[in-house]
Structures are given as structure tokens and as C-alpha cells.
């Protein structure tokens, strides 16, 4: 049975025969399916939904997810329709409590005086561990596993009930809503380690006893853009604005794109050293004009998204330093040049969002079908 297979970005495209509903892409395999193929990334087609990942620990990575979800609710303010909802969800917690930083920072109020939210708002975290360290060590340590499957379909449950709340709340989908799910550490950082997590590909260190399983050494873990890459979600990366950042930011950077993901923005906040993240900001946007292409691995082909979707100028955003502590980062969030980038970033999120959605309804009416890789 012939296939027409095309890879570009995050999915893989197929054009079957007419007698053939689907294919499903499994590594070099392709395997005829009577039906679609389930997804986890289907929970999240309707809701407008965004993986931020860092390029390294302490980047700023909460601080800039607080501010898009604060650009989300001011843009809601003005809003012609009803409020769409913003959603926060951190799936692993090591200490502290990034949820509680989003939400105190994120919520916006109408007035200065009136203390109702202006738009629908929602943060959770779905699996937490007091130990402040990477989420493998962590659940080693208070012997508190978690499982790449748990935390998928923990994941992918509550993706499905936002978009079902939404759908119940309008009586049709609410695709002006939207999610942000903010990972752990940098992109390479390790996820939750378990004995479940026993495929090869699992990284493990040497039990200390030939108890198997029993010894928290021996549980498996992944990275964190390993962990989430079969969702097929685009990401918003934060990168490293110290001296030395460049270089980090763009080993994150090719680390998403070897795993297909697709990059729709890059944040960096100015860590107010003396260097400036100016010049990492340059960098980076040279370096992204180098890679954009509209072709696919040499071929043209119809639809075509470009390798990167970072485009230079728009989708690259410099933030000024944070203020030191104890200042409040209010006056921060509320300076016009925080402000007005994000909301600038945050359309140039919403556009591309859009825009992927109709490439595959296109794809979809000329007989092709997209399936994140697995």
C-alpha cells in the first residue's frame, strides 16, 4: 500500500490510499490503523495550549508564565466576547510553590478597588514533593514515585476537563481560552523517577542491593522534553540572559527541534549582570534567521510550516532585569515595557497557534493526516 510521508516540525503527515482511514507513525514503522489513533495531544486541539520550558534551572521561567498569563487576562479585559479563561497547570513540584507565585502575580482585577477577577483563572499543580531538588532525586529520596504514565495522563485528564468546561460553559468550544503548562528545571532536566519507568531509554543508577525495584536507585526517569514530547504541544522557551546564555539557550533550543517540537517564542529576562540580554537576544535572532526554511528536508511540499517557527523579530522577546529583593515585582509587570512586550508576544502566540490549526484543517480537506510523533 502506497504512503506519502512528510515530516516537518512536530508532526508526521500522511496522504493514505482512498481504502485506508489513517496511518500511525511509530518511529521508522508505519502501520495501517482502521480508525484514528487515540491522542493525548487531542485533549488540548481546541484550548490553546502552551509548554514553557526553560533553558536551564533559574531563567525566569515562572516569572515569564506569570506574566503571559497576566498579558491573557488583560487582553481578556477588553474582550468582545465573554471573558475566555486562562489556565495555569505545573505537573511536577519540587519545593515551594510555583503555583501559588502565578496566581498571586497573574490575577488582575477590573478596577484597583474591585477585587473580582476580570476573567475565568485557574492554577494547579498535579503531583508535588517537599524535597526542593530535580523531581528525580526528590521522589527517590521520599521514596515517592511517579511514573512518565502517571504524570501523561494525569496531564491529559486535566486537559480534557478545562476543554470540557469549556465546551459545557458556551455551548461551544472556547478557543479564545488558553493554558500554559510550565515544566520542571531546564529542557534535559530530569522528570520523576519509578520502577515503572523501565524502558531502555530510561535513564538509572546502580541499586546498592540485588532488591530490583525495591531500591529508589534502580527507578527509571526521563528528561522533560522526553517526558512531554508525545503530546505533540508547542513551546514557548525561556532562555538564559547571563553571560554564557547563548550557548545554553540554543542546546535547548536544538534539543526541542531534535524531538520535533515546535518553538513558537523565546523569552529572555535580562539577569542585570553588566552584559545585558541584548546581546544574547541578537544572537538568538540571527541564529534563528539562519535556520528558517520552507522546505522539508530538501523538498517542496504544500502547507509547509518553516523549520523554526521563531521568527526573528516578533517571536524573540527581551524583558528587563527583575528588581532585587524584597521589591515587589508589581511595578515590574505593570512597567510599559513588560507590559506592552508580552502583550505583543502573547498575539504573536495566539497567531501561530491559529495558523497551525488551519495548516492541518487544510492538510485534512486534501486527504493528509497529522499525528504528533510517539
Given at each position: 500500500?502506497?504512503?506519502?510521508?512528510?515530516?516537518?516540525?512536530?508532526?508526521?503527515?500522511?496522504?493514505?490510499?482512498?481504502?485506508?482511514?489513517?496511518?500511525?507513525?511509530?518511529?521508522?514503522?508505519?502501520?495501517?490503523?482502521?480508525?484514528?489513533?487515540?491522542?493525548?495531544?487531542?485533549?488540548?486541539?481546541?484550548?490553546?495550549?502552551?509548554?514553557?520550558?526553560?533553558?536551564?534551572?533559574?531563567?525566569?521561567?515562572?516569572?515569564?508564565?506569570?506574566?503571559?498569563?497576566?498579558?491573557?487576562?488583560?487582553?481578556?479585559?477588553?474582550?468582545?466576547?465573554?471573558?475566555?479563561?486562562?489556565?495555569?497547570?505545573?505537573?511536577?513540584?519540587?519545593?515551594?510553590?510555583?503555583?501559588?507565585?502565578?496566581?498571586?502575580?497573574?490575577?488582575?482585577?477590573?478596577?484597583?478597588?474591585?477585587?473580582?477577577?476580570?476573567?475565568?483563572?485557574?492554577?494547579?499543580?498535579?503531583?508535588?514533593?517537599?524535597?526542593?531538588?530535580?523531581?528525580?532525586?526528590?521522589?527517590?529520596?521520599?521514596?515517592?514515585?511517579?511514573?512518565?504514565?502517571?504524570?501523561?495522563?494525569?496531564?491529559?485528564?486535566?486537559?480534557?476537563?478545562?476543554?470540557?468546561?469549556?465546551?459545557?460553559?458556551?455551548?461551544?468550544?472556547?478557543?479564545?481560552?488558553?493554558?500554559?503548562?510550565?515544566?520542571?528545571?531546564?529542557?534535559?532536566?530530569?522528570?520523576?523517577?519509578?520502577?515503572?519507568?523501565?524502558?531502555?531509554?530510561?535513564?538509572?543508577?546502580?541499586?546498592?542491593?540485588?532488591?530490583?525495584?525495591?531500591?529508589?536507585?534502580?527507578?527509571?526517569?526521563?528528561?522533560?522534553?522526553?517526558?512531554?514530547?508525545?503530546?505533540?504541544?508547542?513551546?514557548?522557551?525561556?532562555?538564559?540572559?547571563?553571560?554564557?546564555?547563548?550557548s545554553c539557550t540554543l542546546s535547548a533550543l536544538e534539543s526541542l527541534a531534535v524531538r520535533g517540537y515546535?518553538?513558537?517564542?523565546?523569552?529572555?529576562?535580562?539577569?542585570?549582570?553588566?552584559?545585558?540580554?541584548?546581546?544574547?537576544?541578537?544572537?538568538?535572532?540571527?541564529?534563528?534567521?539562519?535556520?528558517?526554511?520552507?522546505?522539508?528536508?530538501?523538498?517542496?511540499?504544500?502547507?509547509?510550516?518553516?523549520?523554526?517557527?521563531?521568527?526573528?523579530?516578533?517571536?524573540?522577546?527581551?524583558?528587563?532585569?527583575?528588581?532585587?529583593?524584597?521589591?515587589?515585582?508589581?511595578?515590574?509587570?505593570?512597567?510599559?515595557?513588560?507590559?506592552?512586550?508580552?502583550?505583543?508576544?502573547?498575539?504573536?502566540?495566539?497567531?501561530?497557534?491559529?495558523?497551525?490549526?488551519?495548516?492541518?484543517?487544510?492538510?485534512?480537506?486534501?486527504?493528509?493526516?497529522?499525528?504528533?510523533?510517539?
Amino acid at each position: 500500500m502506497p504512503i506519502k510521508a512528510y515530516r516537518f516540525g512536530r508532526l508526521s503527515v500522511f496522504r493514505p490510499d482512498q481504502d485506508c482511514k489513517i496511518f500511525f507513525h511509530s518511529g521508522f514503522h508505519f502501520t495501517a490503523m482502521p480508525s484514528a489513533v487515540p491522542s493525548a495531544a487531542a485533549a488540548a486541539r481546541l484550548l490553546r495550549t502552551h509548554l514553557v520550558f526553560g533553558a536551564n534551572t533559574d531563567v525566569g521561567k515562572t516569572v515569564v508564565t506569570a506574566g503571559l498569563a497576566r498579558a491573557r487576562l488583560l487582553k481578556a479585559a477588553t474582550a468582545a466576547v465573554a471573558s475566555p479563561a486562562t489556565h495555569y497547570i505545573k505537573p511536577l513540584q519540587c519545593g515551594g510553590s510555583d503555583e501559588g507565585w502565578v496566581r498571586r502575580h497573574a490575577e488582575i482585577t477590573s478596577t484597583a478597588t474591585d477585587l473580582t477577577p476580570i476573567s475565568s483563572y485557574s492554577a494547579q499543580t498535579l503531583f508535588r514533593w517537599e524535597m526542593a531538588s530535580s523531581p528525580h532525586l526528590a521522589s527517590r529520596v521520599e521514596k515517592v514515585p511517579v511514573s512518565d504514565d502517571e504524570v501523561l495522563k494525569s496531564l491529559t485528564d486535566a486537559l480534557t476537563t478545562m476543554e470540557d468546561e469549556s465546551v459545557a460553559n458556551s455551548g461551544e468550544a472556547t478557543i479564545q481560552s488558553s493554558i500554559l503548562v510550565e515544566t520542571a528545571g531546564g529542557v534535559l532536566s530530569p522528570s520523576s523517577a519509578s520502577p515503572d519507568n523501565s524502558l531502555t531509554t530510561h535513564a538509572r543508577g546502580v541499586p546498592s542491593s540485588d532488591e530490583g525495584g525495591s531500591d529508589p536507585l534502580s527507578w527509571g526517569w526521563s528528561t522533560q522534553a522526553d517526558l512531554y514530547q508525545p503530546l505533540g504541544l508547542p513551546v514557548v522557551l525561556v532562555g538564559d540572559g547571563r553571560l554564557g546564555g547563548i550557548s545554553c539557550t540554543l542546546s535547548a533550543l536544538e534539543s526541542l527541534a531534535v524531538r520535533g517540537y515546535d518553538v513558537h517564542g523565546i523569552v529572555v529576562v535580562d539577569d542585570g549582570g553588566g552584559y545585558g540580554s541584548h546581546g544574547n537576544v541578537s544572537a538568538l535572532r540571527e541564529y534563528a534567521a539562519s535556520q528558517s526554511s520552507s522546505h522539508v528536508r530538501g523538498q517542496e511540499f504544500p502547507f509547509a510550516r518553516q523549520t523554526y517557527q521563531v521568527d526573528p523579530v516578533d517571536s524573540i522577546l527581551s524583558l528587563p532585569p527583575l528588581p532585587l529583593e524584597p521589591e515587589p515585582l508589581k511595578s515590574w509587570y505593570q512597567s510599559a515595557e513588560v507590559e506592552e512586550g508580552l502583550a505583543a508576544f502573547e498575539d504573536r502566540l495566539e497567531d501561530l497557534w491559529n495558523k497551525e490549526r488551519g495548516r492541518e484543517d487544510q492538510l485534512s480537506s486534501h486527504g493528509y493526516f497529522t499525528l504528533p510523533p510517539v
